[in-house]
T-cell receptor, first 110, second 111 residues
Framework: AQRVTQPEKLLSVFKGAPVELKCNYSYSGSPELFWYVQYSRQRLQLLLRHISRESIKGFTADLNKGETSFHLKKPFAQEEDSAMYYCALKSMNNFNKFYFGSGTKLNVKP | DTAVSQTPKYLVTQMGNDKSIKCEQNLGHDTMYWYKQDSKKFLKIMFSYNNKELIINETVPNRFSPKSPDKAHLNLHINSLELGDSAVYFC??????????FGSGTRLTVV
């Protein structure tokens, strides 16, 4: 069964510290993974997708099929990064249904 | 231009009432969705329509009924509202290999 796990509900770091938001998945097939971000009282926005292999706002994420992980990383956190982050898996077998993790709230302290 | 727009943004209503939330997308996407974000910020899919046809219907009470008059619109009607229905409801759309584009959400409060 498809599943996305984000083990940390809350992650607090100081400004300038490295950040890693964990995401693990289970999926029988080639997964397509995304990270979405939700700033306070705003809509969810696509942050990045693994097939693009790009860096957005300093964030990167590498798909590790061996560990079934798609952790989101940033070397130096900024206060404006404080938000909810959702990892999502797109099911190619189920009408593009997205499975979202439970979300991790990132709090970057000054 | 807003890509996915939902109305209203806020909705406060009493238990037992019937209410609707509207969603429109101008992206030309074929597929639209309704997600519920509960108080713990957990996102759960409720429905999905592809070209006006229902394709995903998760375990949602019958009081929730989606309606898609055309592929650009997916409305959510809720009958006999209960306290537990209080949440933020997000509409989204997608096309092909793209990710979702979300609306700004509707914060429903049932009192």
């Amino acid at each position: 069964a498809q599943r996305v796990t984000q083990p940390e509900k809350l992650l607090s770091v100081f400004k300038g510290a490295p950040v890693e938001l964990k995401c693990n998945y289970s999926y029988s097939g080639s997964p397509e993974l995304f990270w979405y971000v939700q700033y306070s009282r705003q809509r969810l926005q696509l942050l990045l997708r693994h097939i693009s292999r790009e860096s957005i706002k300093g964030f990167t994420a590498d798909l590790n099929k061996g560990e079934t992980s798609f952790h989101l990383k940033k070397p130096f956190a900024q206060e404006e990064d404080s938000a909810m982050y959702y990892c999502a898996l797109k099911s190619m077998n189920n009408f593009n249904k997205f499975y979202f993790g439970s979300g991790t709230k990132l709090n970057v302290k000054p | 231009d807003t890509a996915v727009s939902q109305t209203p943004k806020y909705l406060v209503t009493q238990m037992g009432n019937d209410k609707s939330i509207k969603c429109e997308q101008n992206l030309g996407h074929d597929t639209m969705y309704w997600y519920k974000q509960d108080s713990k910020k957990f996102l759960k899919i409720m429905f999905s329509y592809n070209n006006k046809e229902l394709i995903i219907n998760e375990t949602v009470p019958n009081r929730f009924s989606p309606k898609s008059p055309d592929k650009a619109h997916l409305n959510l009607h809720i009958n006999s509202l209960e306290l537990g229905d209080s949440a933020v409801y997000f509409c989204a759309s997608s096309q092909g290999e793209d990710g979702y584009t979300f609306g700004s959400g509707t914060r429903l409060t049932v009192v």
